[in-house]
């Protein structure tokens, strides 16, 4: 017997923005559920069980927050899971959910994935002192701004890359009314003039702080059919680890990314994602990675990926859309930014992604990552149920 | 074996909660003196209110005033009241029923001692001096005889509504980094850097973190590496980081010290921050008491060829 | 679709008040190494990898990213994490074999109590509007729910202390725990519970592997058999609960079919005596079950592994034949909020 297909049938996220003062986390995060319900047409008596996922709990400084979100969530009675997996856990929660479909235990599953950033700082969050161990010198973008370099030795690749991503990516999010950025102003002379902090990163070609839910409700065959607007098929998904920090380990294009995209493409048929692939949600922090995941995904030879972007093939109305949602580049509420991917993807492969739709999108690949660049989690979605 | 280093770690951040109207109500409530529950849809009347009915999940949000007298539901006596807990002389712990509430609000209850406890006894409210909003300004609940308060029908509506509360959270830990680091920590106090090889892949590991990553065993043999190493990979630091007080721009870079199998982090000093590349070879400088090296510096040696230390960007 | 699973091998550290001494990779390794030696495995052998552990517990973000380190995780694996007990990983793993994608799993939990005040740090799990900033910690919220049985006739402080002894002997046969034999019931700590009604705290790990079908009867003499699995929430307010009854224990058990067939042994984890009591009333157990021959957790509750160490327990007796069908319980949160149930089996002998 093979495993049950997987279908995404609602999708909600809030407006992301820097603090939402308005909403408690509960509010945040049934914000993003209610919607998901909305889309699939359900009530909360129709889920099976809840699977939450979020970045370090230090954020909120609330430990194990899903015991407290129970209540929230519809959950009380309920099995309900929590996931860590660092920055691709938005990811990897919507897999685990997946899994209990895809395994028959459950017929209709709620997944979640949040962080609310404004209740604490990232940066405190993210830099806990530790006794003996050096301070981190450089903040956020220092720990990525020397792999980047790396691959511009290794590419390359002219230095004007990293500000295209970051013009595109910010255009997009104005078509994208969830998206925290909406910049009507910019140009690509403004991210190019904007501050350079950890050179060759410059301001405008960062992440910013944010705070956000987003929630999906996948379910099995018969849910599928009885869904009211078009699903979104799940053909391939699969997690990738490998250590922090070791001998040997290429910052630049893990190798965890490798097997856990070629996994993916195994499980969903794809022989050439270039041809195959029609549009990427990818997990996009500081610019230059989009260059640097197109050659780890597979889209181009390795020292390739950059001119992809130079030559305005991820741009919206590109060959191979990146980031169509304005991507990481423009909201980012840590736990739950690889879940947006993920949803992202699913959105356009069922028609609804609105101002930022890709035309005729029938396969397209969501994608997660955290660490140390050592955690990965994707999906292949697609608007036809898998053979 | 030596003893392992250990340090105090206080996590601690002063959290800002955003609450939402529920939330709100009830604690701008509190902070005017009045209680405030929620009604859900079948008529049960919630405190403290949530947000949401915890049996069918809806949203409620039909604030309703309730007495400020009611029954203890059950009892804890705390005879070493701990850091942050309401009074700081042994009280009980109480699951409060107020009068017109059907659920029970936990706090604590100022009583001479255990025997003057009982499921099923009576309790007020007892007022903080200064009321600002927060779950604290019910500083307790204290013994009452009288008959039960009878509450004014608050709408829950107020003015001057707060829209979020302030919580501090302290945890105090003590910090070990465990064996390898700590012998990692110890040398570096003579100025030496020590690692440890892996027994199976044999690579070098600085700092050793007890294991090797890959193959997944032990890792002991120590093996003193650099202190000359090449800068394999680089940033220019522009905005200056918190609690830091390095003057920008300076570069932090990647090195690889000679014999290491990879990189460790470091700031680079001595030479102008826009003459630092890759492939510079360079020596760490060490300033009186310090743990780390301060930074590293040039050592003057011709640039490390490219294809030296690729491996390990 | 195989919908046969197996606990195949378990191992544990001795749990100790504090492993200073160790980091928590330090700590962790040996088990993982005990544990795939039982099986012959090596990491790359391994379909699946899950882990529970909590960074509040270790007091730093992303903890648990240093303990993957001891796996050797290269080439890279198939790997997920869960910020619960180590029982919720394996209920990760065993929906990852359902599917076909894995035929094994390794799980492992660890959690190090020392470097911090356990009973401060389970506060920050609690509502932080209302609840949290009271700290009510975790011993004065158990002696709520220990009233409250003990208003309602279910117990008493005698009968608590029997279930504190008989625990403490049991674990004498258990090299690994914590607190074993003759141990004082003490004073109160929060009344009406006394320091013998309260686990210990201290250090500890346990790792597990899961195997399907023929691939587990390749791997142990006598797999445990996973019949049935389930696990349930309840609301998060203490006020809105009956604290005399666990309904989450009790529905993950039904669905779990506990109640389909008497199981000869129960592994609860009840840190605190009293729930315990709760435990046996919401699972139905009589006096013919041998409950927590291991000395549970008020012999060894190293936080996050002391469920996953209830998984392994259970199964350990299938696999040197002393049990035949056995109850696995896990739980979370403050006074029994959520529970996890398995339902373990050998082969006829």
Same mark, same amino acid.
């Given at each position: 017997?093979?495993?049950?297909?997987?279908?995404?049938?609602?999708?909600?996220?809030?407006?992301?923005?820097?603090?939402?003062?308005?909403?408690?986390?509960?509010?945040?995060?049934?914000?993003?559920?209610?919607?998901?319900?909305?889309?699939?047409? %359900?009530?909360?008596?129709?889920?099976?069980?809840?699977?939450?996922?979020?970045?370090?709990?230090?954020?909120?400084?609330?430990?194990?927050?899903?015991?407290?979100?129970?209540?929230?969530?519809?959950?009380?009675?309920?099995?309900?899971?929590?996931?860590?997996?660092a920055g691709?856990?938005?990811?990897?929660?919507? %897999?685990?959910?997946?899994?209990?479909?895809?395994?028959?235990?459950?017929?209709? !599953?709620?997944?979640?994935?949040?962080?609310?950033?404004?209740?604490?700082n990232a940066m405190w969050g993210l830099s806990l002192p530790i006794p003996f161990q050096q301070p981190l010198l450089a903040g956020a973008g220092g720990f990525f701004a020397p792999h980047v370099r790396a691959y511009m030795r290794r590419t390359g690749a002219p230095d004007t890359v990293g500000s295209?991503v970051a013009?595109?990516?910010?255009?997009?999010? %104005?078509? =994208?009314?969830?998206?925290?950025?909406?910049?009507?102003?910019?140009?690509?002379?403004?991210v190019q003039a904007s501050p350079m902090l950890w050179d060759p990163i410059r301001y405008s070609e960062t992440c910013p702080s944010?705070?956000?839910?987003?929630? *999906?409700?996948?379910?099995?065959?018969?849910?599928?059919?009885?869904?009211?607007?078009?699903?979104?098929?799940?053909?391939?998904?699969?997690?990738?680890?490998?250590p922090t920090l070791f001998a040997g380990k290429d910052a630049v294009s893990p190798?965890?990314?490798?097997?856990?995209?070629?996994?993916?493409?195994?499980?969903?048929?794809?022989?050439?994602?270039?041809?195959?692939?029609?549009?990427?949600?990818?997990?996009?922090p500081f610019s230059w990675y989009?260059p640097m995941?197109?050659? =780890?995904?597979?889209?181009?030879?390795?020292?390739?990926?950059w001119?992809?972007?130079?030559?305005? !093939?991820?741009?919206?109305?590109?060959?191979?859309?990146? =980031? *169509?949602?304005?991507? !990481?580049?423009?909201? =980012?509420?840590?736990?739950?930014?690889? *879940?947006?991917?993920?949803?992202?993807?699913?959105?356009?492969?069922?028609?609804?992604?609105?101002?930022?739709?890709?035309?005729?999108?029938?396969?397209?690949?969501?994608?997660?990552?955290g660490g140390g660049s050592q955690?990965?989690?994707?999906?292949?979605?697609?608007?036809?149920?898998?053979? | 074996?030596?003893?392992v280093l250990k340090a105090p770690l206080a996590v601690e951040?002063?959290?800002?909660?955003?609450?939402?109207?529920?939330?709100?109500? @009830?604690?701008?409530?509190?902070?005017?003196?009045?209680?405030?529950?929620?009604?859900?849809?079948?008529?049960?009347?919630?405190?403290? &209110?949530?947000?949401?009915?915890?049996?069918?999940?809806?949203?409620?949000?039909?604030?309703?005033?309730?007495?400020?007298?009611? $029954?203890?539901?059950?009892?804890?006596?705390?005879?070493? &009241?701990?850091?942050?807990?309401?009074?700081?002389?042994? @009280?009980?712990?109480?699951?409060?029923?107020?009068?017109?509430?059907? $659920?029970?609000?936990?706090?604590?209850?100022?009583?001479?001692?255990?025997?003057?406890?009982? $499921?099923?006894?009576?309790?007020?409210?007892?007022?903080?001096?200064?009321?600002?909003?927060?779950? $604290?300004?019910?500083?307790?609940?204290? &013994?009452?005889?009288?008959?039960?308060?009878?509450?004014?029908?608050?709408?829950?509506?107020?003015?001057?509504?707060?829209?979020?509360?302030?919580?501090?959270?302290?945890?105090?830990?003590?910090y070990s980094p465990g064996r390898a680091q700590t012998a990692y920590i110890r040398a570096l106090s003579e100025r030496r850097t020590v690692g440890e090889r892996c &027994?199976?892949?044999?690579k070098v590991y600085v700092p050793p973190r007890g294991?090797c990553p890959?193959?997944?065993?032990?890792t002991?043999?120590q093996v003193e590496v650099g202190p000359r190493g090449t800068v394999t990979t680089y940033c220019i630091v522009n905005i200056k980081a918190k609690n830091l007080d390095i003057e920008v721009p300076y570069v932090y870079a990647h090195i690889a010290l000679d014999g290491a199998g990879l990189a460790l982090h470091g700031r680079i000093g001595g030479i102008p921050y826009d003459q630092v590349r890759m492939g510079l070879r360079v020596e760490p400088a060490w300033t009186e008491g310090a743990r780390y090296p301060d930074h590293y510096r040039p050592t003057g040696e011709p640039d490390a060829e490219y294809d030296t230390y690729k491996e390990l960007l | 679709?195989?919908?046969?699973?197996?606990?195949?091998?378990?191992?544990?550290?001795?749990?100790?008040?504090?492993?200073?001494?160790?980091s928590?990779?330090?700590?962790?390794?040996?088990?993982?190494?005990?544990?795939?030696?039982?099986?012959?495995?090596?990491?790359?052998?391994?379909?699946?990898?899950?882990?529970?552990?909590?960074?509040?517990?270790?007091?730093r973000a992303f903890?648990?990213t240093l303990?993957?380190d001891?796996?050797?995780?290269?080439?890279?694996?198939?790997?997920?994490?869960?910020?619960?007990?180590?029982?919720?990983? +394996?209920?990760?793993?065993?929906?990852?074999?359902?599917?076909?994608?894995?035929?094994?799993?390794?799980?492992?939990?660890?959690?190090?109590?020392?470097?911090?005040?356990?009973?401060? /740090?389970?506060?920050?799990?609690?509502?932080?509007?209302?609840?949290?900033?009271?700290?009510?910690?975790?011993?004065?919220?158990?002696?709520?729910?220990?009233?409250?049985?003990?208003?309602?006739?279910?117990?008493?402080?005698?009968?608590?202390?029997? /279930?504190?002894?008989?625990?403490?002997?049991?674990?004498?046969?258990?090299?690994?725990?914590?607190?074993?034999?003759?141990?004082?019931?003490?004073?109160?700590?929060?009344?009406?519970?006394?320091?013998?009604?309260?686990?210990?705290?201290?250090?500890?790990?346990?790792?597990?592997?899961?195997?399907?079908?023929?691939?587990?009867?390749? +791997?142990?003499?006598?797999?445990?058999?996973?019949?049935?699995?389930?696990?349930?929430?309840?609301?998060?307010?203490?006020?809105?609960?009956?604290?005399?009854?666990?309904?989450?224990?009790?529905?993950?058990?039904?669905?779990?079919?506990?109640?389909?067939?008497?199981?000869?042994?129960?592994? +609860?984890?009840?840190?605190?005596?009293?729930?315990?009591? #709760?435990?046996?009333?919401?699972?139905?157990?009589?006096?013919?079950?041998? /409950?927590?021959?291991?000395?549970?957790?008020?012999?060894?509750?190293?936080?996050?592994?002391?469920?996953?160490?209830?998984?392994?327990?259970?199964?350990?007796?299938?696999?040197?034949?002393?049990?035949?069908?056995? +109850?696995?319980?896990?739980?979370?949160?403050?006074?029994?909020?959520?529970?996890? #149930?398995?339902?373990?089996?050998?082969?006829?002998?």
């Open positions: 017997m093979s495993k049950e297909p997987v279908a995404v049938v609602g999708i909600g996220q809030t407006k992301h923005v820097a603090a939402r003062r308005d909403v408690s986390i509960a509010g945040l995060v049934r914000e993003a559920a209610g919607r998901a319900l909305g889309d699939a047409e %359900l009530t909360w008596a129709d889920i099976d069980a809840v699977v939450i996922g979020k970045a370090p709990d230090f954020f909120e400084g609330v430990m194990m927050p899903e015991l407290y979100l129970a209540d929230a969530l519809g959950a009380v009675g309920k099995p309900m899971l929590r996931v860590h997996t691709s856990v938005g990811g990897s929660t919507a %897999l685990v959910a997946a899994n209990l479909v895809a395994a028959r235990v459950h017929g209709t !599953v709620l997944t979640v994935a949040f962080e609310k950033q404004s209740e604490s295209l013009y595109k990516d910010r255009r997009n999010a %104005l078509k =994208n009314p969830y998206a925290h950025l909406h910049e009507h102003d910019i140009t690509l002379e403004k944010s705070d956000g839910a987003c929630a *999906m409700v996948l379910t099995d065959r018969s849910g599928a059919a009885r869904a009211p607007r078009p699903p979104a098929w799940m053909l391939g998904g699969a997690m990738r680890s490998e190798q965890a990314g490798k097997d856990c995209a070629a996994d993916v493409y195994r499980q969903a048929g794809i022989a050439d994602p270039r041809r195959d692939i029609d549009a990427v949600e990818m997990y996009v989009e995941w197109l050659e =780890n995904l597979g889209f181009a030879a390795e020292g390739e990926g001119k992809l972007t130079e030559s305005g !093939v991820t741009e919206l109305d590109g060959d191979l859309p990146v =980031n *169509m949602s304005g991507g !990481v580049l423009s909201t =980012n509420p840590i736990g739950a930014s690889g *879940m947006i991917r993920f949803a992202e993807a699913a959105l356009q492969v069922r028609g609804q992604a609105g101002e930022h739709q890709v035309e005729g999108a029938r396969r397209v690949l969501g994608h997660a990552y955690f990965f989690s994707m999906w292949l979605v697609g608007s036809e149920p898998p053979d | 074996m030596p003893e951040f002063p959290f800002t909660r955003s609450v939402g109207p529920v939330q709100s109500a @009830f604690l701008t409530g509190l902070r005017e003196r009045v209680v405030l529950g929620v009604k859900t849809v079948d008529g049960r009347v919630l405190v403290p &209110p949530v947000e949401y009915d915890p049996v069918t999940a809806e949203e409620i949000h039909d604030l309703v005033e309730v007495a400020p007298t009611g $029954t203890v539901t059950t009892w804890a006596w705390n005879d070493e &009241p701990r850091r942050g807990q309401p009074l700081d002389t042994p @009280f009980a712990w109480v699951l409060v029923r107020l009068d017109g509430a059907d $659920t029970a609000l936990l706090h604590a209850l100022d009583a001479p001692g255990p025997d003057a406890v009982h $499921t099923g006894m009576r309790v007020r409210v007892r007022w903080a001096e200064a009321c600002e909003g927060a779950i $604290t300004d019910i500083a307790c609940f204290e &013994p009452y005889d009288g008959e039960p308060a009878q509450p004014a029908g608050h709408s829950g509506q107020f003015t001057d509504a707060i829209s979020g509360i302030v919580a501090p959270a302290r945890l105090d830990y003590t &027994p199976s892949c044999r294991a890959t193959c997944g065993v032990a002991s043999e | 679709m195989t919908c046969d699973i197996a606990l195949v091998a378990f191992a544990q550290t001795d749990h100790r008040r504090t492993s200073e001494d160790l928590e990779v330090e700590m962790l390794m040996p088990v993982l190494h005990d544990v795939l030696a039982q099986t012959g495995l090596k990491t790359a052998d391994v379909g699946f990898t899950c882990s529970g552990s909590s960074d509040y517990l270790a007091g903890s648990f303990a993957l001891g796996v050797g995780a290269w080439p890279p694996i198939s790997e997920s994490h869960v910020e619960m007990d180590g029982a919720w990983a +394996l209920y990760e793993a065993w929906t990852k074999l359902l599917t076909g994608e894995a035929d094994t799993a390794l799980v492992y939990a660890y959690g190090k109590s020392s470097p911090g005040s356990v009973r401060d /740090v389970l506060t920050r799990q609690l509502d932080p509007y209302y609840v949290a900033p009271l700290w009510p910690d975790s011993v004065a919220l158990a002696a709520l729910q220990a009233q409250a049985l003990i208003d309602a006739g279910d117990t008493d402080e005698p009968a608590l202390a029997a /279930v504190a002894s008989r625990s403490r002997t049991d674990a004498t046969s258990n090299s690994h725990a914590q607190l074993r034999g003759s141990v004082p019931q003490g004073d109160y700590l929060v009344r009406p519970l006394r320091t013998g009604d309260c686990p210990p705290i201290g250090d500890g790990a346990a790792a597990v592997v899961l195997a399907a079908g023929e691939r587990a009867r390749e +791997l142990c003499a006598r797999p445990a058999w996973i019949r049935g699995i389930d696990h349930r929430i309840e609301a998060h307010g203490l006020g809105v609960r009956d604290l005399t009854d666990s309904p989450s224990t009790r529905l993950a058990a039904e669905k779990a079919g506990a109640f389909e067939r008497p199981v000869d042994t129960a592994e +609860l984890h009840a840190p605190f005596t009293s729930q315990e009591v #709760v435990l046996r009333k919401a699972l139905r157990l009589d006096d013919s079950v041998r /409950v927590n021959p291991s000395g549970g957790a008020l012999a060894a509750n190293p936080i996050m592994a002391a469920g996953l160490i209830r998984m392994g327990e259970a199964a350990a007796r299938i696999h040197r034949g002393d049990s035949d069908r056995a +109850l696995a319980h896990a739980t979370s949160g403050p006074c029994l909020q959520q529970n996890l #149930v398995a339902v373990l089996e050998g082969d006829p002998r």
